[in-house]
């Protein structure tokens, strides 16, 4: 029997019985159900279901009585009515699923924490594609600047973009229009009370669209990603922050 076609049969989605049932029809032409079995040792009422699944999904075919003769089906026909089957199929799910969403309500609001690094860049990069209108980023972290460079630059090409820094050094690490806040926003975002001494530094802060908001902290020397989706209070703190920047 031909293992590597076994192998690709399985990863085309086959399971054990099929792929060794077609493999074997393949290598024999056209075979009995018995001869099946002799070749793979798969139990012979095995077989038969195995079979009769095989021609449902029109691999096989058969001809004959007593015994039944199997053989494979013209293989290019086999896998061109598999690739419409499959295509139609996707279509009809995506519509189904399409419908779904549109109809299915809003959830309020989604939080949830991003614990290693690769979560907390595939957030960043998510945000940054989905973003349509505005965008607010807090930023105490040069390498944040650096990193995405070129990724803010086409955000501010797009959007309405307010990157609104800690101190006027970081200012150094980019080319961009820059802000800086007033002592609410030091007070507020950059150096919050936290209590029972533990030492919490905001690297990062992303408000996107009145909508999305994604905070990125330092707690103890770990690193630490809240994402908030549908935030109830995001508009009214767009508000409140745009009043207090200033440009650098």
């Not at 309020?108 to 690094?117: I, K, M, R, S």
């Amino acid at each position: 029997m031909n293992e590597e076609l076994v192998s690709r049969l399985k990863k085309f989605g086959m399971n054990e019985y099929e792929a060794k049932v077609y493999s074997s029809l393949f290598e024999l032409r056209v075979a009995s159900a018995r001869e099946v079995h002799d070749l793979t040792s798969i139990p012979r009422g095995r077989v038969y279901e195995t079979l009769d699944r095989l021609m449902e999904k029109r691999f096989v075919g058969c001809s004959g009585a007593s015994p039944v003769r199997y053989h494979v089906n013209d293989v290019a026909k086999t896998f061109e009515h598999i690739k419409t089957d499959t295509m139609s199929a996707l279509n009809e799910l995506s519509e189904y699923l399409t419908d779904l969403e549109r109809d299915r309500p809003a959830r309020l609001t989604q939080a949830y924490e991003l614990q290693n690094a690769h979560a907390i860049e595939s957030q960043i990069r998510l945000m940054f594609q989905r973003a349509k209108s505005e965008m607010i980023i807090f930023c105490d972290d040069a390498e944040f600047l650096k990193r995405y460079a070129f990724d803010l630059v086409d955000l501010q090409k797009r959007l309405d973009l307010y990157v609104v820094l800690r101190n006027r050094k970081l200012a150094e690490n980019t080319s961009l229009k820059c802000y800086l806040g007033g002592r609410e926003i030091e007070n507020g975002f950059f150096s919050p009370h936290v209590p029972d001494d533990r030492s919490i530094k905001l690297r990062l802060a992303i408000y996107a669209d009145r909508r999305d908001f994604l905070q990125i902290v330092e707690d103890s020397g770990d690193v630490l990603g809240i994402f908030l989706s549908n935030d109830l209070f995001s508009g009214y703190l767009y508000h409140c922050i745009l009043d207090e920047i200033k440009p650098i």
